[in-house]
């Protein structure tokens, strides 16, 4: 009788396929979840936090913007956009909101809680 085996390290395999499952669920532009992945991540916040509240921001004639100047321009755009929301959305937030990029131009916050948005509207009450 004979045994043959073979050994293979697959770690840098798994590392690429856990790398190509992060780049589906994230944006390349903004590095905010895909809406579909996002949605999902706030069901599953809202299983232990049932409370909380949506801040939906829509860039008007984004569109326009990306067709008249061109997609790079665009791109550059809604990635400093995406970092000013982000940090307008963190600042007094008692935990990191869930940031999704809901279609081509709107940005989606999910938070745990209801709170007092720092764009002055009182949210959720």
Known sequence: RRIVGYIRDIHETKMRELEQERKQQMDPVTSF?????GMEE???????????????????????????????????LLEQFSKMFLQVCEEGAASTPVMIRAGSDELLAGYREKRRHPAGKNCGN
């Open 42 to 76: 706030i069901r599953h916040v809202r299983r232990r936090f049932p409370e909380g509240m949506l801040v939906l921001v829509d860039i008007c004639r984004f569109t326009m913007i990306s067709r008249d100047f061109g997609l790079a321009f665009g791109d550059v």
């Open 33 to 37: 979840y895909r809406l579909k992945p």
